[in-house]
């Protein structure tokens, strides 16, 4: 059984930083395109930043390139997402996807349940 749990979840000012983890049972890194999404308050859920199978990055939103970043540590089958000089437009539930055959924002194969990020002053 395939499970993925975000952590991380966290109120934090305009400006600071978050790390949020995201812990892959059931099957490995290797084998999965693994991603960052997020949904804020009343709108549908987007892609952040994903990891296709074989090879690059898939930076769904380009204007935050270098701000929000992805790391897979496969040695503990988790990936983080780095996010740097947050803004109040970044609060959001951010959900972790896996998918065997490859990225795709609106329908990867497995998710997690999402850990709430609030940025506000």
């Known amino acids: 059984q395939v499970q993925l749990v975000e952590s991380g979840e966290g109120l934090v000012q305009p400006g600071e930083s978050l790390r949020l983890s995201c812990v892959v049972s059931g099957i490995t890194l290797d084998y999965v395109a693994i991603g960052w999404f997020r949904q804020a308050p009343g709108k549908e859920r987007e892609g952040v930043v994903c990891i296709p199978r074989y090879e690059g990055v898939r930076h769904y939103l380009t204007s935050e390139i270098g701000r929000l970043t992805i790391s897979p540590d496969n040695a503990k089958n988790t990936v983080y997402l780095q996010m740097n000089s947050l803004k109040p437009e970044d609060t959001a539930v951010y959900y972790c996807?896996?998918?065997?055959?490859?990225?795709?924002?609106?329908?990867?194969?497995?998710w997690g349940k999402g850990t709430l990020v609030t940025v506000s002053s």
């Open positions: 996807g896996a998918d065997r055959y490859g990225c795709d924002q609106y329908d990867m194969e497995y």
